[in-house]
Nanobody, 124 residues
């Protein structure tokens, strides 16, 4: 059973930075595709960035140059550094994992395992 436990998030003014963390339990981390997703009130969940088992990343256009995904395979940790935050980045953010794919270069949202969510609020 894969378990994802998130930490981080919070409230920040426009232009500020936040970092999200996601700890993975119960699976060999290096075999997983991982991703960060977000869902704003009244909107569908959308992909922010995914990273496949080879470390290839795919970002949403809306966050390119501002957000950075990273991971520590030895610690089974996934991170999302968010800089230059905008009010439109306000959402619940989720990390997700899936062992089914090796190669992933699309922001698909049908991941199998999900974290509990972290609220990110950006005020203008």
């Amino acid at each position: 059973q894969v378990q994802l436990v998130q930490s981080g998030g919070g409230s920040v003014q426009s232009g500020g930075s936040l970092r999200l963390s996601c700890a993975v339990f119960g699976y060999t981390y290096s075999n997983l595709c991982m991703g960060w997703f977000r869902q704003a009130p009244g909107k569908e969940r959308e992909g922010v960035v995914v990273i496949d088992s080879a470390g290839r990343t795919t970002y949403a256009d809306s966050v390119k140059g501002r957000f950075t995904i990273s991971q520590d395979n030895a610690k089974s940790m996934l991170y999302l550094q968010m800089n230059s935050l905008k009010p439109e980045d306000t959402a619940m953010y989720y990390c997700a994992a899936d062992p089914r794919w090796g190669f992933l270069r699309e922001l698909r949202t049908d991941f199998v395992y999900w974290g509990q969510g972290s609220q990110v609020t950006v005020s203008s």
